[in-house]
């Protein structure tokens, strides 16, 4: 199993300093295909991404005496970071060559790679740009179930579309660790469904409020640091 906070206070998403820092830190690669031609919708490329992140955190691979575990131990004693990158091209047919999963979604292609040092980055991964990745909607999202789990982002901040891909892939993270081992079970044999969605300002207020997990993102970039990016709202956890 992966490692859960002891308490609130425990969390790798508050922006106070714990122990926590002392530990040496880790990231978690994403990288989002991008094609000049043929760039992804941005809803697909969140939802993708909070997927990729689940599907990692379920890959046999990541847990117990997997080959992957010992990286995810350690990351998860640490701050959890995520950080997106784009490649297209030959630069995706690089990243893609390396140890990781790609995950497809509508239009959206993310591979995600086990946690790495923050300064031992693969160097096919390390030459990616991983500022300015911007995307849009073509159509407007129609509005989520909510019967399935959905990642509500704060509708009073802007980000970046690879920021907010990292911030879906925490809130997804932290409804993962809520969840019971069988709650855990049913959402990765359905394929680990989810929406990601922008909240209506009122209904914001009632969802930080509501003792669902919430990410409240340490700032090292983009945004001020214990701001509340997203909060998980599974149904398991209602």
Not at 134 to 143: F, I, M, N
Request: glycine share 8%.
């Amino acid at each position: 199993m992966s490692h859960v906070p002891a308490s609130p206070g425990d969390s790798p998403f508050h922006s106070e300093r714990s122990l926590r820092d002392e530990a040496p830190q880790y990231v978690l690669p994403l990288v989002v295909r991008i094609e000049r031609s043929a760039p992804p919708a941005r809803t697909d490329a969140l939802e993708t991404a909070a997927r990729a992140v689940l599907v990692l955190l379920g890959d046999e691979r990541a847990t117990g005496d997997g080959e992957w575990a010992g990286a995810v131990r350690d990351w998860e004693d640490a701050r959890i970071r995520k950080v997106v990158r784009r490649a297209r091209g030959a630069e995706w047919r690089r990243a893609e060559a390396l140890p990781g999963i790609t995950v497809t979604g509508k239009s959206a292609e993310v591979r995600v790679f086990p946690p790495v040092p923050l300064d031992g980055w693969p160097k096919d991964l390390a030459k990616l740009q991983v500022s300015g990745t911007e995307l849009d909607d073509p159509e407007t999202p129609v509005e989520a179930d909510r019967g399935q789990p959905v990642l509500w982002l704060n509708p009073e901040l802007e980000m970046s579309a690879g920021k907010t891909m990292a911030q879906a892939g925490h809130g997804a993270q932290l409804a993962w660790w809520a969840l019971s081992d069988e709650a855990r079970t049913a959402w990765r044999e359905a394929g680990f469904p989810l929406a990601v969605r922008t909240a209506d300002p009122a209904e914001w207020r009632r969802l930080t409020g509501s003792g669902l997990p919430v990410v409240r993102d340490a700032g090292f970039t983009e945004i001020a640091p214990g701001s509340c990016t997203v909060v998980a709202d599974h149904p398991a956890l209602r």
